[in-house]
């Protein structure tokens, strides 16, 4: 019955009965109420349905296609057994970078620079990975980074020499696939572009990873870094920092 319907039939007993003054009114009110509250429930309920799907439907968004990647990965914590130079578990003071790449789990240490590299004011971490099922091992020992900018990069030459650093970028092939690890000095923001497209990977002062098309990376990618008052630069690729076993 319609909500006219409803209030004709109320007014009528009204008429004829004596009725409290405006009963048809309530009653028109409460049933508009309760039909939205049943219309609010059935779409949460939907949108419980669609999350729910979402969390145990595979991921079938773009990685692999042409042009396209996997969105950005942050927030990995560093794996067990993952120990520094000394022997010992690693300090989350020692930790630069840490990233799910793959099946596996990037992890860049702090190095003490090497002199020569200290006074260019560079600075130095060494890579390990822990995948998914194996013991720990150590890529690199020593990488160096934040030791030059591209030619004619005013901004990257000013970030740098205020010494907070550039950040760092390490790329990592696992198969057919390539993912990128990038860390920026708090206050940044980070997005890698792969043959002209864009992946923004947001604030990424412990580590953020993004899967890329790319078969050069050196050449192909380019990761590029943004400071609070808008000015933008590119973090260049160390020596080694493409990642292949």
Same mark, same amino acid.
């Given at each position: ?28 009110? /409460? ?44 927030g990995a914590?560093?794996?067990? /057994?993952?120990?520094?130079?000394? /022997? ?12 799910r790449v ?11 620079? !090497?002199?020569?590299?200290?006074v260019a ?41 205020? /010494? ?12 057919? !696939? ?27 002062? !412990? ?24 000015? !933008?630069?590119?973090? *260049?690729?160390? *020596? ?6």
């Open positions: 019955m319609r909500d006219h319907e409803v209030a004709a039939l109320l007014d009528h007993a009204v008429a004829t009965v004596e009725l409290p003054p405006g009963l048809a009114q309530r009653v028109v009110t /409460g049933s508009r109420a309760r039909r939205r509250r049943r219309l609010l429930l059935s779409a949460g309920m939907v949108a419980v349905v669609v999350a729910a799907g979402a969390l145990l439907l595979p991921h079938l968004g773009p990685a692999g296609s042409e042009g396209g990647g996997a969105g950005p990965i942050a914590g560093v794996p067990a /057994g993952i120990v520094g130079p000394d /022997g010992r578990p690693v300090t989350q003071a020692q930790v630069v970078a840490v990233g793959g099946t596996e789990t990037l992890v860049l240490i702090r190095r003490e620079p !090497r002199a020569e590299e200290r004011g560079g600075q130095a971490v060494e890579v390990l990975t822990a995948p998914d099922v194996g013991e720990p091992r150590r890529l690199l020992d020593h990488l160096s980074y934040d030791l030059a900018c591209v030619d004619g990069d005013v901004v990257c030459a000013a970030v740098r020499s205020a /010494g907070s650093g550039l950040g760092v970028a390490v790329a990592r092939r696992s198969g057919s !696939r390539l993912y990128v690890l990038v860390q920026a000095p708090q206050g940044r923001t980070v997005e890698v572009v792969a043959n002209g497209v864009p992946h923004p990977l947001g604030a990424a002062p !412990r580590g953020a990873v993004v899967e890329v098309v790319a078969a050069e990376p050196y050449e192909e990618v380019q990761v590029w870094a943004s400071t609070e008052d808008g000015r !933008r630069y590119q973090i *260049p690729w160390a *020596p080694g920092a493409v990642l292949i076993d």
